[in-house]
């Protein structure tokens, strides 16, 4: 009986486990949620949780990972862990607004912690760089989308964003056009 019990026990806690969080491993976006604005100018891939998408609207968009028990609150990224917004804007040289924007903040006494550098030759274009603030730091990403300008991204957090791997990881698979 105990035998018996114990086989069913093993047999149901195998099938759980197999079912959980199974995901194909051919997947690269495995475990991922993707947030593609209305124009169809790009696609952007995140985990969720921690991330959560706090505003959508055409043209904008923000994310953030939220301290333990916040509620959203909209409009924004208070309460933050590291805050992301994202705008389409005009231009077609995402190397020159990242610098723009790195220099901007130099020129108030951040440091520079990633230097804006073209991270893609293939596909869409991408600039990303980094600055460290008396507060915090910003990190800068643009991409150029054929026919709709810049998809840009600026994430925020009270600690150094530059070397992040998740922050990384985001900007690395931002997409052009909404692509998969």
């Known amino acids: 009986m105990w035998r018996t019990r ?3 026990c093993d047999l149901t806690l195998a099938l759980a486990l197999a079912g959980c969080g199974a995901v194909p491993s051919s997947d690269p976006h495995a475990g991922m949620q993707s947030l593609a604005p209305p124009s169809g100018a790009y696609r952007l891939w995140y985990l969720a949780p921690p991330w959560e998408v706090v ?3 055409p043209g904008h968009a923000v994310l953030r ?3 333990s028990g916040d509620p959203i609150v909209a409009g924004g990224t208070a309460g933050a862990v590291i805050g992301l917004v994202i ?5 077609s040289d995402p190397l020159a607004w990242v610098a723009a924007r790195v220099t901007a903040e130099t020129a108030t006494g951040a440091t520079v912690s990633r230097p804006a ?3 893609r030759s293939t596909g869409a274009p991408l600039a990303d760089g980094a600055v460290a603030t008396y507060d915090g ?3 800068y990403a643009a991409m150029a989308v054929p026919g ?3 998809v840009t991204l600026v994430f925020t957090a009270p600690t150094a964003l530059g070397d992040d ?3 990384t990881q985001m900007v690395a698979l931002l997409a052009a056009g909404g692509a998969p």
Do not use: H, I
């Not at 705008?87 to 231009?91: A, L």
């Open 55 to 57: 505003e959508n609207r």
């Open 65 to 67: 990972v939220p301290t």
């Open 137 to 139: 730091s910003t990190r």
């Open 117 to 119: 550098v073209l991270a």
């Open 6 to 8: 114990r086989r069913f």
């Open 87 to 91: 705008d389409e804007v005009p231009g």
């Open 165 to 167: 791997p998740d922050v």
């Open 148 to 150: 709709a300008g810049l």
